[in-house]
């Protein structure tokens, strides 16, 4: 694993998903901002903030201090991997995680609501996504399991080596990727703001009980495990992918 080790620096007109994809701790001050880094972040970060009716230099600062921390505590350069290596990693790393997380957050979020619903009404809203959740991620993940993945294995190997058959793999991936995966993405998006949005970006009210902070910390997990989890898919995996694809196909 390559680990970034210049100094990246950071400008007004530097975009979004590079600032991340170079650095993933700068998700934090993103994700602290409410600015999308995901499937929306591809905009200069001074346009971002003007949107936003925030200070560029501030956002500029918080994520320069971040990447000029020391290199030891540096963000893994995804963008670097194999493909097939990243793959198994998403698989691995975060289709295992979710798989456990998203029952824990389900069991965590009601046992919460169970008791204190009636004195905070407005969070609600964490249960009807939480479920959402469990009704849509499962059978997302099986798809690129059994469908994507497999798939996008099969025409980065074909790439590295040439293959002469290669041509013969290739289904046109940027389709069904735009029409389901990154539709999808867009939609846990946007669910994941909902959830900042009435928690206050996670941050339990100073009187709050354990079961109330333990909710809180288990959601933000799995915020934080989402955002990393979209962004490597939407960002470099299919994107490169779909390269690749277009790249077999001029090969005569």
């Known amino acids: 694993m390559r680990m970034n080790s210049n100094i990246y620096k950071i400008e007004p007109s530097s975009f979004v998903t590079d600032i991340v994809t170079h650095d993933f701790r700068t998700a934090d001050v993103f994700r602290k901002y409410n600015i999308d880094f995901c499937c929306g972040g591809k905009w200069p970060l001074d346009i971002v903030c003007q949107n936003n009716n925030l ?5 500029v600062n918080e994520l320069q201090a971040i990447v000029n921390q020391s290199s030891s505590n540096a963000a893994i350069d995804f963008d670097s991997w194999d493909l097939d290596f990243l793959t198994d990693y998403i698989l691995n790393v975060h289709h295992r995680y979710l ?22 009404p407005e969070l609600a809203i964490l249960e009807v996504i939480i479920n959402r959740f469990m009704k849509e991620i499962p059978p997302h993940m099986k798809q690129e399991e059994e469908i994507f993945f497999p798939y996008i294995k099969q025409i980065y190997h074909a790439h590295k080596h040439r293959e002469s058959y290669a041509r013969l793999l290739i289904r046109t991936l940027r389709k069904p990727l735009e029409e389901v995966m990154l539709k999808e ?68």
């Open 55 to 59: 200070g560029v230099e501030i956002i």
């Open 99 to 120: 798989k456990k997380a998203l029952p824990e957050a389900k069991e965590q979020t009601r046992k919460f609501l169970d008791g204190h619903l009636e004195k905070y």
């Open 185 to 252: 993405h867009e939609t846990t998006g946007s669910n994941l703001h909902h959830i900042r949005k009435a928690t206050n970006n996670y941050t339990p009210p100073s009187n709050a009980c354990i079961t109330h902070k333990v909710t809180f910390a288990k959601l933000r997990e799995l915020d934080k495990d989402l955002v990393q989890h979209i962004h490597l898919e939407s960002n470099i995996l299919f994107p490169k992918a779909i390269k690749m694809e277009q790249e077999l196909l001029q090969d005569k």
